[in-house]
């Protein structure tokens, strides 16, 4: 090999190690400054409390609610869920549960739980117009309850039982929840303060935690318990970083990227205006939420979305290790598809932050950011051993990445400590800090995997919702 080539070679593995190193800079920068402003605005709130105390004693301004529960072979967690909404102290709320052609015994345990009576709908006619969804069996009323209707329809995927269920629905507020959440009994109230505060607000998000191993009764969490299985875990500290810090922060910026389909609020109008949810949709509250963002500048009104910590719903989480990268696998082709679906929109003036943050944000951790992970696994190592780089540089990197973890993990579970109520925290805080030592060798490398394999699994037009397998609440 001569000098020139040489040379040239050693210069490509150089301007590959920059470029590696120079990306996991940026997402740790991007995280860094989503810390510091989660930071900031927790602390500076002081007018939070008043607000939710204003509206407890103001019952007549509380907006009526819908609160949607779309479910699909859940009758493990399905009453648990009915039961949680029934003992939520919003004086103005109704539910409507959304059989999504169920193999299993949902609909008989809702049947037999509500005393259902059927009622006469127009849900199936074409010439309604109406958001799309698959053709509706029945809907029915509760005998025991009118406040509970239900939905009996063909399988067509959770946005079409949303569209469904907001077809049906006439109340101006709807709330999605998953059929295996428990509602905090203040959500509702805590969630609805934005819509009271600014008539422009047209969507809310909540916080999702970790139901796991809490004691549930009557639909009401009673005890905060951390799971023992690493798995649930792992998760439950994600958990807190994404809700705690990365959504607080991105709130703060007026560019909350996702709604969670988990719990959150919007206007049924906008949600209409909108086209609903995207049937097919693997990723269907993200992408709902960037049409929602699409629609406020291109209607060139200052609406808002907005996200509220205080507002909590409590879900079971993956504990197998299959089911789990099931889900995974779902998130980020779910992420992808909304990517490509609204890439035009990016580095466009019109759509502003939409186009300036929120999706450029999403090519650095979807798809540009694993694939340097990836590689950075790969060929630092390489380079490393046949002194191309220097191993200083590469371990140097390597380091800060995984104490940056730690101090992000370490954040998040000390503002967790300081909102949650109920619990040990001095033992449920040191447990979440060592799985933050922990996490990041070997949980981390599995996650880039499930991301490689939904990007793949995209490609080749491999989609499918997968199985998720659920667990009794403890009693």
Same mark, same amino acid.
């Given at each position: ?179 295996? #959440? ?98 097919? #949709? ?91 992970? *990836? ?57 979440? *800090?060592?799985? #933050? ?39």
């Amino acid at each position: 090999m001569n000098d020139y080539v040489y040379n040239t070679l050693i210069v490509s593995m150089d301007i590959i190690v920059f470029i590696i190193v120079l990306i996991g800079l940026l997402q740790v920068l991007v995280y860094f400054i989503q810390l510091i402003v989660a930071l900031y605005v927790l602390v500076d709130n002081p007018n939070r409390d008043r607000k939710i105390q204003s509206t407890y004693n103001n019952d007549g301004f509380l907006h009526p609610i819908t609160i949607i529960l779309p479910a699909y072979n859940e009758s493990v967690t399905i009453i648990d869920s009915i039961e949680s909404m029934l003992a939520s102290n919003y004086p103005n709320v109704d539910m409507i549960v959304v059989n999504d052609g169920s193999t299993d015994r949902t609909f008989e345990l809702i049947n037999q739980y509500l005393e259902l009576e059927e009622i006469e709908h127009d849900l199936n006619n074409t010439e309604l117009k109406q958001l799309p969804h698959a053709r509706i069996k029945g809907v029915y009323i509760s005998r025991k309850d009118s406040r509970l209707r239900v939905i009996d329809k063909e399988n067509g995927g959770k946005a079409d039982a949303h569209n469904a269920a907001i077809n049906l629905s006439r109340a101006p507020i709807v709330c999605l929840l998953d059929a295996d #959440s428990i509602l905090a009994p203040d959500a509702l109230t805590n969630a609805i303060v934005p819509f009271i505060d600014d008539p422009k607000t047209i969507a809310v998000g909540g916080t999702i935690r970790v139901a796991n191993s809490c004691l549930i009764h009557k639909g009401l969490v009673t005890k905060i318990k951390l799971s023992k299985k690493y798995i649930v875990q792992l998760q439950a500290l994600e958990y807190m970083r994404s809700f705690l810090m990365a959504k607080v922060a991105w709130n703060h910026f007026k560019t909350l990227p996702v709604i969670s389909g988990a719990f959150g609020l919007f206007r049924r109008d906008f949600a209409i205006r909108v086209g609903g949810f995207s049937v097919g #949709s693997m990723g269907e509250d993200f992408d709902f939420t960037v049409k929602l963002h699409k629609y406020i500048y291109d209607s060139h009104v200052d609406y808002k979305i907005k996200f509220v910590p205080t507002a909590i719903c409590w879900t079971q989480v993956p504990e197998k290790w299959k089911i789990l990268q099931n889900q995974r696998i779902r998130w980020h082709i779910g992420a992808l598809q909304t990517f490509f679906h609204f890439k035009n929109l990016m580095l466009r003036p019109k759509y502003h932050r939409v186009g300036f943050a929120l999706l450029p944000y999403s090519v650095l951790t979807d798809i540009i950011g694993p694939l340097t992970e *990836f590689f950075g696994y790969l060929l630092l190592p390489f380079f490393w051993y046949f002194q191309i780089v220097n191993g200083n540089i590469i371990a140097s990197y390597f380091l800060l990445g995984i104490c940056y973890n730690i101090l992000i993990n370490s954040v998040a579970i000390a503002i967790d400590g300081l909102l949650l109520k109920g619990l040990n925290k001095t033992r449920y805080l040191i447990s979440l *800090f060592y799985i #933050s030592l922990l996490e990041n060798f070997g949980y981390r490398q599995i996650c880039l995997y499930w991301k490689l394999k939904g990007f793949l699994r995209l490609r080749k037009g491999k989609i499918s919702w997968g199985k998720m397998e659920r667990v009794k609440f403890d009693k």
